[in-house]
């Protein structure tokens, strides 16, 4: 955890941070027109006239995106506005086909909202989010197919967007990250965006300024093209040492867009900076206001999912999880799902430490994703039952556990095929304990004489005799028994 | 508000238009004089009016989310005044 | 055989299927006086051979028992319209070799009912202009010319073409998109009819954006009637145009009963403007006795803010056209004039590809949004808008219908009035209020002036109200009995 404040060479100084994220609406076609919206496609043929603004072309709104957009808010605890408008925001850009980019300006669907973030410790942060509006992606450029010439793919010109505007509530990297990763983390539980970064569905400009602490707001930097968390984090700590650097010198900071260089891992002047932007926002003539009716707001919100703050409130306090336990567990909503399928019925803390142990070490090192994990809930669920009456101690659970990761076998099968059913017979167990002591008579008699520290030995003995079936318990109650003599 | 050739010219570059320099100084004129012909807009009282921005007293339509359009590249790119490999091309842009 | 050119739409249907003629005889006419008009600059495209082809298969089709509405009548479609396959400029250097690869919802709708295309018609460039001498294509030029004096006119702007066309029967009706007047104005400077329905009624899907709030596409004519007929064909709720209003089309030619008794008609007090012709005052006095023989109530009414209608219009219209006319870029069609880097092909294609009209505007337009003015113009103007549908709502409490004349003056010479804007811009002080209030609105021949000019009358209705807008207008044509043509002199 970064401290609140930083230290630059004459004295402390605090980062102010706020973030514009660009998340790419799920839905099957375009926010104004029927193209599909996919990633990947070839170039130039998931445009429709609308989307290459060819003339007299006139936009018509996806239902399901203003749907989506509401669930969203809902999520972000964000005032729903009964009525929005959709402006122009006019700029020229090769990948800009209309000349304007059809936004929500000054009537966003969505006003104030909050996403509460969980700091080291145990305790919360609420970061403020201004608004959240709909809008559509512009084109894309690419710059390095030919030498003279910038190519343009107009696939994703007119793809919904969600633009997320927070407060500059955060005061540290690892506070923009959080933010970040919760926001996402809302998004994809709602469905409304798959919070893929790397595809670029989900994009972030970070706002950072520094000051020095109590004081008013210093002059703020904007970062274009942080589309990884990790980047998030580098950028603001780049941008705000930089920051520093000028202030202390004596210098002051140019309000401007910047850009992330995420190879040199610095943020640098934008060169294309000509002259001011003036973007002549006015409502769109070609559209009405959004009116959105309570009934329709009541219904979306009869449809959302549980989402994560309220789903780690009900683990903590059912499944009697930590704090951070249930954060693991509630960070996606797959995983969330998979714990509770594990856990229904059964010892909820050992499914959790099985389920944030062992199961994710396996995932990660497979690089799998949890839906083609070769040991599905239920499975898991077996192997803990398992574990319960009795049939498998903890050590033999993680390999039985490792051959089912192999074989996609249940836990019993695997028990059955390596015979690795721990012995619970009294007789057998009898017997291992008699020749151990009989073996090792001197350390028997060592042990009686006080040198109780031997008995992890005898233990170990009896385990090896068994091949490590022997059920732990008994052995040690029978170990106790027979050694006490 | 009076209009200046600086003004012109501004919003000329905003406009994305040139306007060669002769014809600067006639066209301020004209838009100077455009703009203060509008200006007796200001002695209308509009107090509590809303503005009116559309004619028609609908809700705004909406169109089901699926895929009824697009999948025709070339119909795109057919009046393009420069194509290539199935992108539009324009003079390179360094950002 | 009948002339089969100076047929009205009405009487060539009749014609047709009574067997008198054929659409191909009907069309070969009309290609052959449209090329013997060229000196007219009406089209900018002339489309014979697919409306000879249109032809062949509307006389199939009434051969078959199987004949549509509309089926084999020539119409001219203003060039603003995208038609699929032919060249669309929108009179405009930017759209050079511009074949748009969709058709226009109205133009789709009147070729499915069987109409035929001659061609695509002259207008002032991006519809900006009173007197299609914007065009890119060089000026159309009225029909008519004054008695004894051969100095040719302007037809009315900006669907000049199209007015010229029906007026010197080179088409049997045409399509014209009204902005503030641009088929009210040309239709009254030719002597036709010109009729810009409710907005909302047409859709403007396919037809060239000027002003988005305003546009709407409308029919013109040589008769009420075919104004009728061909309106109800062009009309209809369009699913792709969000401000398209979902509401059946009625059958427009059934409403002209001639029976307006009882209609109550306002005169507004307002429109009595400075500048107006004697000739025009007197039309205006004989238009409302026409109406009251009838047994209409006609009534002095007030529409207190038409004096701020036209500084209005030059704002909001602008403002709109700026963002609508962005993209206009030379990356995807249309003209592209190269630069040394994007933003100089930019600057040099839009500052080429323009006229000199279109730059004003577009420069008006970007400066009235620009940052720290949009409150002062945009915003205000949008108030004001409000204020004039508000009289126009509070007149049409106690009147049905309101009577004007459709222009301050007749047709003026080609050049008379270039070198001032506003005063050009004046011409449509009787047209602009009601399109800002998005009201139906018809002008119809009247009369003609001293020296032989056409002027036109100007009637408005209620919102979707075409009905009573085009009974009141039948009944204005039969008192007029205007039978004067033009002259045939299309010699420069």
């Known amino acids: 955890m970064t401290a609140a404040t930083i230290q630059g060479k004459t004295g402390p100084w605090e980062m102010v941070i706020g973030l514009e994220v660009h998340a790419q609406v799920v839905a099957k076609a375009k926010l104004f027109s029927g193209a599909a919206a996919d990633f990947g496609a070839e170039p130039n043929s998931q445009v429709s006239l609308v989307d290459a603004a060819m003339p007299g072309m006139l936009p018509v709104i996806n239902a399901y995106c203003i749907e989506q957009a509401v669930k969203t808010g809902l999520g972000i605890a964000g005032a729903i506005n009964r009525r929005s408008i959709f402006d122009r925001k006019n700029y020229f850009y090769a990948d800009l086909p209309a000349g304007y980019q059809i936004s929500q300006y000054s009537d966003p669907i969505v006003g104030r909202g909050a996403v509460t973030i969980d700091l080291p410790g145990g305790v919360s942060k609420v970061i403020g989010v201004t608004r959240l509006h709909l809008e559509q992606d512009a084109g894309k450029s690419l710059h390095d197919r030919h030498p003279t010439l910038t190519f343009v793919d107009l696939n994703r010109s007119g793809v919904a967007l969600m633009e997320i505007v927070s407060e500059p509530d955060m005061r540290a990297p690892e506070e923009a990250a959080l933010y970040l990763t919760k926001l996402r983390s809302i998004l994809r539980y709602l469905g409304t965006c798959d919070g893929n970064m790397e595809e670029g569905s989900m994009r972030c400009d970070v706002n950072v300024s520094v000051r020095r602490p109590g004081e008013d707001l210093g002059t703020r930097c904007e970062v274009k093209n942080v589309n990884s968390i990790r980047y998030v984090r580098q950028a603001i700590e780049h941008e705000a040492g930089r920051q520093i650097a000028i202030l202390e010198a004596g210098g002051g900071i140019d309000q401007e867009t910047r850009l992330w260089d995420p190879v040199k891992g610095e943020t640098r002047s934008m060169r294309s900076k000509e002259e001011a932007h003036d973007y002549r926002y006015f409502p769109d003539p070609d559209l009405l206001p959004l009116v959105l009716c309570e009934a329709e707001v009541a219904r979306i919100e009869g449809s959302m999912p549980e989402l994560p703050d309220a789903k780690k409130a009900r683990f903590v306090a059912a499944y009697d999880l930590s704090a951070y336990d249930a954060g693991v567990l509630v960070a996606d909503r797959e995983t969330a799902d998979f714990y509770e399928g594990v856990a229904r019925g059964r010892d909820a803390k050992l499914a959790a430490n099985w389920v944030a142990g062992d199961f994710f070490a396996f995932l990660n090192k497979s690089g799998k994703a949890l839906a083609e994990a070769p040991v599905d809930a239920g499975r898991l669920g077996g192997l803990i039952d398992l574990i319960g009456d009795g049939t498998l101690s903890g050590r033999l659970a993680k390999e039985v556990f490792e051959a089912m990761w192999e074989s996609r076998e249940s836990a019993l099968q695997v028990v059955e095929r390596l015979g690795l059913k721990q012995i619970s017979d009294t007789g057998a167990i009898e017997a291992a304990i008699d020749a151990v002591m009989a073996r090792e008579s001197g350390k028997v008699a060592e042990y009686r004489s006080g040198k109780e520290k031997l008995f992890g030995f005898f233990v170990g003995q009896v385990m090896r005799a068994t091949a490590g079936k022997a059920n732990p318990a008994l052995v040690n109650d029978l170990l106790k028994r027979k050694l006490g003599g | ?95 | 055989m009948a002339n089969l050119t100076g047929l009205s739409i009405a009487e060539a249907l009749d014609g047709l299927a009574r067997r008198e003629f054929s659409a191909g005889e009907l069309v070969q006419a009309h290609v052959a006086a449209m090329a013997a008009a060229r000196p007219l600059n009406a089209y900018i495209t002339e489309t014979p051979e697919r409306a000879i082809e249109g032809a062949k298969a509307a006389d199939a089709r009434r051969a078959r028992g199987e004949a549509l509405p509309l089926d084999g009548i020539p119409l001219a479609i203003k060039d603003l319209y995208c038609t699929e396959g032919v060249p669309t400029t929108a009179a405009s250097h930017i759209l050079d070799g511009f074949k748009p690869p969709y058709e226009s919802t109205v133009t789709a709708n009147l070729w499915r009912a069987g109409a035929v295309m001659l061609g695509k018609t002259n207008l002032d460039e991006f519809a900006m202009g009173s007197s299609n001498t914007t065009s890119y294509y060089g000026a159309a030029r009225n029909p008519w010319r004054r008695t004894g004096d051969n100095r040719p006119l302007v037809p009315g702007g900006s669907s000049g073409g199209s007015a010229a066309a029906v007026a010197a029967r080179i088409a049997l009706g045409a399509t014209g998109t009204d902005t503030g007047g641009s088929i009210r104005q040309p239709g009254a400077f030719c002597g036709i009819v010109g009729m810009k329905p409710t907005y909302g009624r047409c859709s403007r899907w396919g037809i060239v954006a000027f002003a988005s709030s305003l546009d709407q596409a409308g029919p013109m004519t040589r008769s009420v009637r075919d104004a009728a007929i061909m309106l109800r064909h062009m009309a209809g709720h369009d699913p792709k145009d969000s401000t398209s209003v979902p509401r059946p089309v009625p059958d427009y030619a059934a409403a002209l009963t001639g029976d307006i008794r009882g209609l109550r008609v306002g005169i507004p007090t307002e429109y009595r403007v400075d500048g107006m012709s004697d000739e025009v005052t007197a039309l205006w006095r004989q238009g409302i006795a026409w109406l009251e023989a009838a047994g209409a109530k006609t009534r002095e009414i007030s529409l207190p803010h038409t004096k701020y209608a036209l500084p209005t219009y030059y704002i909001i219209a602008p403002a709109e056209a700026s963002s609508n006319l962005a993209r206009y870029d030379g990356v995807r069609y249309g003209l592209r004039v190269p630069g040394g880097n994007l933003r100089e092909m930019y600057d040099n294609t839009r500052g080429e590809g323009f006229g000199a009209e279109v730059r004003r505007r577009i420069l008006i337009g970007t400066y009235v949004l620009s940052a720290g003015y949009y409150d002062a113009y945009y915003l205000k103007a949008g108030r004001v808008r409000s204020l004039i549908a508000r009289d126009f709502a509070s007149a049409f409490e106690t009147v049905d219908a309101i009577l004007t004349p459709t222009a301050p003056t007749p047709a003026f010479a080609i050049g008379e009035k270039s070198d001032d804007p506003i005063a050009m811009y004046l011409n449509d002080v009787f047209t602009v209020p009601a399109s800002l209030a998005g009201l139906p609105a018809i002008s119809v021949p009247g009369g003609l002036t001293r020296d032989g000019l056409p002027l036109g009358l100007h009637l408005i209705g209620r919102a979707f109200d075409e009905e009573t807008v085009l009974r009141a207008a039948g009944v204005l044509e039969t008192a007029a009995s205007f039978t004067a043509e033009p002259q045939g002199r299309w010699s420069p």
Do not use: H
């Not at chain 2, 009076?2 to 994305?16: N, Q």
């Not at chain 2, 002695?43 to 004619?55: L, Q």
């Not at chain 2, 699926?66 to 360094?94: H, R, S």
């Open chain 2, 1 to 95: 508000m009076a209009i200046d050739k600086a003004t012109v010219a501004k919003v000329a570059a905003l406009a994305r238009m040139r306007v060669p320099e002769a014809e600067l100084d006639a066209l301020t004129g004209e838009l100077g004089q455009i703009i203060s012909w509008v200006e007796q807009l200001a002695e209308v009282d509009t107090t509590g009016v809303e503005p009116m921005t559309s004619v028609v007293a609908v809700d705004l339509p909406r169109r089901p989310d699926a895929v009824t359009d697009g999948g025709y590249c070339e119909k795109v790119l057919a009046n393009a005044p420069q194509g290539m490999a199935g992108f539009f091309a324009v003079p390179k842009v360094i950002e």
